[in-house]
C-alpha cells in the first residue's frame, strides 16, 4: 500500500480511537456529576424512562429514515449534465404515507402517554406514608408524618434537612412547597420532576425497589446556589426501617431536651452551625465532623481526651491553642464563658 494511504489511515485510526475514549470519558463524567436519569430503580421511574426508550427509538428510526431518503435523493438525483429533472405535480400515494404515518404515531404516543400519566399522578392510592418537603433558597427541608413512630418528646414530627429516609418496596407521597421561589424536586432513579411553588401545594410520588442511595438535585434554576441544591435520599429495607426512625427520633429528642436549650440554640445561633452538622437539627455544615454523637467519641479532634466538660470547654474556647493550624476559630471572646458553659452542657447529652 502506498505510504501516503497507510499514514493517513493511521491518523483516522488513532483519531477513532481517541474519540471512543473521550466519549467513554464523557460518560463517566456523567455518572460521577449525578444520577443517570435512565437508570430507573423504582416503578415511576420504570415508566418514565420505558416510555422515553419508545419516544427515543421512534425517533431514531424517523431520522434514519427521514435522514437517508434525503441522502438518497440528494445523490441520486443530483444535477448532472445530460440529465433534465422530471416535473409533476402531487402524489397522492406519498402525500397520504407522510399524513398517515406521523398521525398515527403521535396518536400512540399520545395514549401511552395518557395511560401511564395516570399512573404517574396518581399520588395517593396505595401510598404508605406522607412526607412533607418544604423547599428554599438552597436546601430542602424533610417534615415526616404525625405518626406515634415520628413523634418527638415535645410532641412535634421528626424533621431533616438534605436527607429523606424511606422504606423500600413503598410508595411514598411527598407534598411540596417553597419557602422562596420556585424549585423543582427531582429524584431521577425513584420518579419524575415537580415544581415546588411558593403558597402552593404540589404532590408527587416515589418510590425504591431496594435499599440503597439515590441522589437527587434541585431541576429549577432558583439562584446563585442552585447547582448545590442537592438532596440525598436513603431507602432502608422496610425492616430496618422502624429501627432508623428509632435512632432518628433519639437523636432529635436528645437535641431539643429542655435541660440543655440554651446551649443548643445558642450553638445554633452561632457560628458552629456554619462547620457542623448534628442530625435532628438544622446544623448542617460540612467543614468539621460532624457533631451528633460527639460525647461518645473517645476524643476531640484527636488531641484531648476524654470527651468531658472541661476539654470540651478548653476545645470550644480556643481549639487553636491546642491544635495549631485548626479550622475551627477561637470562641473565647466571640462568645461569653457562659454561653461556651451553656453549648458544652448541650454537646455532653449527645450521645
Ligand atoms: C470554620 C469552621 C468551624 C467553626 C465555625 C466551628 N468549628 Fe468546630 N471544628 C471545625 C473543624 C475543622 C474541626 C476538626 C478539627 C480537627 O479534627 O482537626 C472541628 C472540631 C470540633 C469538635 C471536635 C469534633 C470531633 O469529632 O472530635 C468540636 C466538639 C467542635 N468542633 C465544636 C464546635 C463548636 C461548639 C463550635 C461553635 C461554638 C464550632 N465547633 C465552630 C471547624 C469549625
Ligand atoms: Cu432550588
Given amino acids: 500500500m502506498d505510504r501516503m ?17 473521550a466519549c467513554r470519558n464523557l460518560a463517566l463524567v456523567f455518572v460521577a456529576m449525578g444520577p443517570w436519569p435512565l437508570d430507573p430503580r ?14 427515543f427509538v421512534a425517533a431514531m428510526i424517523v431520522l434514519a429514515i427521514v435522514a437517508g431518503a434525503i441522502i438518497y435523493a440528494g445523490i441520486r438525483f443530483r444535477d448532472r449534465p445530460g440529465h433534465v429533472a422530471q416535473q409533476f405535480h402531487g402524489h397522492n400515494m406519498l402525500e397520504l404515507t407522510w399524513t398517515v404515518i406521523p398521525t398515527v404515531m403521535v396518536i400512540s404516543f399520545s395514549v401511552l402517554s395518557w395511560n401511564r400519566l395516570n399512573f404517574i399522578n396518581d399520588v395517593d392510592t396505595n ?34 434537612g ?15 412547597t417553597s419557602k422562596d421561589v420556585i424549585h423543582s424536586f427531582w429524584v431521577p432513579n425513584l420518579g419524575g420532576k415537580k415544581d415546588a411553588v411558593p403558597g402552593h401545594t404540589t404532590s408527587l410520588w416515589i418510590q425504591a425497589n431496594e435499599p440503597g442511595t439515590f441522589r437527587g438535585q434541585c431541576y429549577e434554576f432558583c439562584g446563585d446556589g442552585h447547582a448545590d441544591m442537592l438532596l440525598t435520599v436513603v431507602a432502608h429495607a422496610q425492616n430496618d426501617y422502624a429501627t432508623w426512625a428509632k435512632s432518628a427520633i433519639d437523636d432529635a ?11 443548643r440554640d445558642t450553638f445554633l445561633a452561632s457560628a458552629c452551625v456554619g462547620c457542623h452538622t448534628v442530625k435532628g437539627t438544622s446544623a ?15 476524643n476531640i479532634a484527636g488531641v484531648l481526651s476524654p470527651v468531658n466538660q472541661e476539654n470540651l470547654t478548653k476545645w470550644v ?8 493550624g485548626v479550622v475551627m476559630p477561637r470562641f473565647k471572646g466571640t462568645l461569653s464563658d457562659q454561653q461556651i458553659n451553656d453549648i458544652v452542657q448541650w454537646l455532653l447529652t449527645l450521645k
Fill in 5 to 21: 494511504v497507510l499514514f493517513v489511515m493511521r491518523g483516522h485510526r488513532a483519531k477513532t480511537s481517541a474519540a471512543i475514549g
Fill in 42 to 55: 423504582g416503578p415511576e421511574a420504570q415508566e418514565i424512562v420505558g416510555l422515553y426508550w419508545i419516544m
Fill in 127 to 160: 401510598a404508605a406514608m406522607t412526607i412533607r418537603v418544604q423547599a428554599q433558597q438552597w436546601s430542602w427541608a424533610f417534615t415526616y408524618p404525625d405518626q406515634p413512630m415520628f413523634k418527638l418528646s415535645d410532641g412535634t414530627a421528626l424533621q431533616a
Fill in 162 to 176: 438534605g436527607q429523606l429516609d424511606i422504606p423500600a418496596g413503598q410508595k411514598i407521597k411527598i407534598e411540596l
Fill in 253 to 263: 429528642n436528645r437535641a431539643i431536651d429542655p435541660r440543655t436549650k440554651v446551649g
Fill in 284 to 298: 448542617a455544615g460540612k467543614v468539621g465532623p460532624e457533631l451528633t454523637h460527639i460525647a461518645s467519641k473517645p
Fill in 317 to 324: 474556647s480556643d481549639a487553636p491553642s491546642i491544635k495549631p
